[in-house]
């Protein structure tokens, strides 16, 4: 009997801890569900381009020879040359005189100083496609130091890794000095090229040579150097490929004259294609955006000088169905043409038999891989192709915001010379770009060995805050790698640039040192950068960019029209959009909605509205949200605890408020409104101003009939920068929540068991010792 109670009580023992174990179990599930609040882990990158290399390895290409031009000749990257300055030619200070030209463009240098025995600078300047161009030269205005040697310094330039001209250098008194550089034109091709400056700058004294302990040959370029392209406009011969000329140019910067219409009926997929496109010519402009939006009706009263119109096909009035020799058919594809409207201007004409098809049109044209295939004046863009190129955007490297140095600047980069030597990778980055978690940069060099390596180091900067830097040494100098992920006090930070900086230190320092002598060191093109964006939005106008842009495109964006919106209306969200979508990419999300359609239940949007209180039946939903209240009758604003306003001073304003959207967790709300359409229009042209843009700060600014702006602030900075609260983050993981739930339903059934046993054991003992 005693026997079989030490079984028993085993088995019980046994049971006890099994429920324990489970209990214990289930209570780390419970504390740490797996993936209920998120994580820090950042999931990794999938595709063969994205990932990034966490092991050292030496190819075959790291294995080249030392030898500096051979290095060069293997990579495929030309040095900036260095001309003996005896042979080298006075400067020309003269400015070239060429025929006269219809329009001119100039690219202006920011102010950069070399240092050095060799130094070099870039300016890069672009070259439209429509331009017949004529002439193109470089006005640099420069100073130099006092000590160089003027027979043995001089300045080199280069084209697109051409040399063109090499001058003296020479001190002048301390006074700053011209000179001109003619580019020849066959050098030049459209796109980007490049214009480079290399210094050769020497220093001498009693005791010899002293380049390797001073600073003092240095070459100042000025900011007010230029490189001028003279150039005649091309015809556009009606090509689609040309666009947005001529529609926009370089030589309108504000689009003056440009009209973007829809039909009377201003269908929605007909709004979103037109605000698209509006964002995207809006990025051509400069201090002002003339661009109007309007209805087809009100279209004579701009006398457009170019116009694109964005219709249903059936909304169409028959004098722009003549034009379409390509009519759309029913299978939802959208038609573009370009052609003359009456007047004989440009008209671009964007329709489809269904408006939800009218946006793959707009993105057609803002995909510059897919417009640069349309050389006729007719394309037909399928229905479903904006998903597809959307799908393979979200898949390349630069969407998932890995790249690679060729990626950015299409290959590798170069360093010649002694001491201190820096170049800036420009990131292409959107505006609202912040660095989250995860960040990581590889990047792979190799360098001389003639350095001296105790005091050789790369550097590597974000933006100009240091963070990583790495010693050179001789064991490594024909492949090295510097591998780091982005410390945490840039989380959270913008940068526009990574700035790697060189220190290539060469014990004894000859004083005439050969090009092929000096030390050097490249940065492979392969070298990898991975920066992901944070995904907290920030309500302020100081963005310009969140929480309606994200990566460079429209964030789930939706308009919310009055039932019967006007020019003035669709203008005014036309400017709201412009400013969001500066220098917007294809393939966002735009919806458009009616007030009376609008359903709060599907409102998982970030929302732009505008109108007054009476047009617009949305503006009277969200009134008590706003900082400042229309009053019962509409016509003025209530004072709030931050201003008190005056009766007449109230029925002036227009506001601009950004709010947290009472819809959707993470998501923001525009309202621009008045009590007005004249207070609409002052609104409006307050927007196209781009130094009245920069005014708009904080999350509420208030618009005079003068354009003052006033900028205030209601939304804490904790609730748009501190991420999710604790309710939000609950509702964004309901099925961990449940699980959770779940599990601890499940202990506490557990543990009631256990203490069921418990019980039951100590019942037993207690009736065996009876």
């Known amino acids: 009997m005693a026997t079989l109670t030490k079984k028993h009580n085993k088995k019980i023992s ?81 400015e070239p005189e060429y025929q006269p030209v219809s329009h001119t463009q100039d690219t202006f240098f920011y102010r950069k100083t070399l240092k050095g025995i060799y130094s070099s600078t ?30 043995s310094s001089s300045v080199t330039f280069s084209i697109n890794d051409v040399p063109i001209q090499s001058y003296k250098l020479e001190y002048k008194d301390g006074n700053s000095q011209i000179l001109y550089v003619k580019i020849p034109l066959e050098q030049v091709h459209a796109g980007f090229n490049t214009f480079a400056i290399s210094a050769y700058a020497r220093l001498y004294d009693e005791q010899g040579c002293v380049d390797d302990y001073s600073d003092a040959n240095w070459l100042s370029i000025s900011d007010a150097s230029y490189v001028r392209c003279g150039y005649e406009s091309k015809d556009p011969e009606h090509r689609i490929s040309y666009y947005p000329y001529p529609f926009m140019s370089t030589y309108n910067t504000t ?88 007047n004989g201007n440009p008209l671009l004409i964007i329709t489809s038999l269904e408006d939800v098809s009218l946006s793959e049109g707009a993105f057609m044209l ?56 820096e170049k800036n990778i420009y990131l292409p980055v959107s505006k609202g770009f912040k660095l989250a978690e995860g960040g990581k940069i590889v990047l792979k060099f190799r360098y001389s060995e003639n350095l001296d390596f105790n005091r050789s180091l790369i550097t590597i900067y974000w933006g100009e805050v240091p963070v990583a830097s790495k010693r050179l040494n001789k064991e490594n100098a024909s492949g090295d790698e510097l591998t780091f992920e982005m410390p945490s006090d840039v989380i959270g930070t913008s940068a526009t640039n990574l700035k790697v900086s060189f220190d290539l230190e060469i014990p004894d320092l000859i004083c005439s040192p050969r090009q092929s002598d000096m030390p050097w060191a490249y940065i492979s093109k392969d070298s990898t950068i991975f920066l992901p964006n944070t995904t907290d939005i920030t309500l302020s106008f100081d963005s310009k960019v969140s929480p309606f842009n994200r990566n460079g495109a429209f964030n789930d964006v ?68 706003l900082a400042f209240k229309f ?55 307050c927007l196209r101003d781009s130094s009245k843009r920069e005014e708009l700060t904080k999350d509420c600014a208030i618009i ?14 904790e609730e748009t920068k501190g991420g999710p609260t604790l309710a939000e983050k609950m509702i964004r993981n309901k099925k ?19 203490i069921i046993i418990l019980l039951r054991i100590r019942m037993y003992r207690k009736k065996n010792e009876e």
């Open 122 to 151: 870039e300016l890069y300047f672009y070259a439209q496609d429509y331009w017949d161009t004529k002439y193109v030269y470089a006005c640099i205005q420069y100073d130099v130091s006092q000590l160089i040697e003027s027979s």
């Open 14 to 94: 046994l049971s006890v801890k099994i429920s324990v174990g489970c209990m214990v179990m289930l209570l780390i599930i419970t504390i740490f569900p797996l993936g209920a609040y998120g994580s820090n882990t950042v999931a990794p990158v999938t595709g063969e381009s994205t990932e990034i290399p966490d092991t050292q390895e030496t190819t075959a290409e790291n294995q080249a020879d030392q030898n500096i031009s051979q290095e060069a000749a293997a990579e495929g990257v030309d040095f900036l040359p260095v001309v003996d300055p005896e042979s080298a030619s006075v400067p020309d200070q003269s």
């Open 736 to 754: 961990s929540l449940i699980f959770t739930a779940v599990a601890t339903t499940a202990m506490f059934l557990m543990l009631i068991a256990v």
């Open 366 to 421: 803002m995909d510059q891989s897919r417009r640069i295939q349309e050389v006729g004046s007719v394309a037909e863009v399928e229905k479903g192709s904006a998903q597809l190129a959307a799908d393979a955007v979200k898949q390349s490297d630069m969407a998932a915001l890995s790249y690679t140095l060729e990626d950015i600047s299409g290959n590798g980069m170069l360093y010649v010379g002694p001491f201190h030597q």
């Open 704 to 717: 005079d009939p003068d354009k003052t702006v006033t900028t205030l602030q209601f939304i804490r900075t």
């Open 255 to 342: 689009g003056k004259g440009l009209v973007i219409a829809v039909s009377d009926d201003m269908a929605p997929g007909e709004v979103a294609a037109a605000m698209n496109i509006m964002a995207d010519l809006s990025s051509d402009t400069k201090e002002k955006n003339d661009i109007q939006v309007c209805r087809l009706s009100d279209l004579r009263n701009f006398n457009p000088s170019r116009t694109i119109l964005i219709a249903d096909y059936n909304s169409l009035p028959s004098e722009y169905k003549n034009k379409i020799t390509n009519a759309p058919d029913t299978s939802g594809n959208t038609i573009v043409t370009f052609s003359d409207d009456m």
């Open 558 to 625: 939706m308009l919310v029209l009055s039932d019967t919106p006007n020019t003035n209306e669709l203008n005014l969200l036309g400017q709201a959009i412009a400013m969001y979508g500066n220098e917007a990419k294809p393939y966002g999300s735009i919806i458009v909605r009616r007030a009376s359609d609008f359903n709060e239940e599907d409102a998982d949007y970030n929302i732009i509205a505008a109108g007054t209180l009476q047009s617009n039946a949305f503006i009277s939903r969200i009134n008590d949200s």
């Open 631 to 685: 009053s019962p009758d509409g016509t003025s604003f209530e004072s709030n605890e931050q201003l008190i306003l005056s009766r007449d001073y109230a029925g002036k304003i227009g506001i601009i408020q950004l709010l947290k959207s009472p819809y959707s967790l993470n998501r923001g709300l525009l309202v621009l409104t008045g009590n007005s359409e004249n207070i609409l229009t002052n609104l409006q042209n």
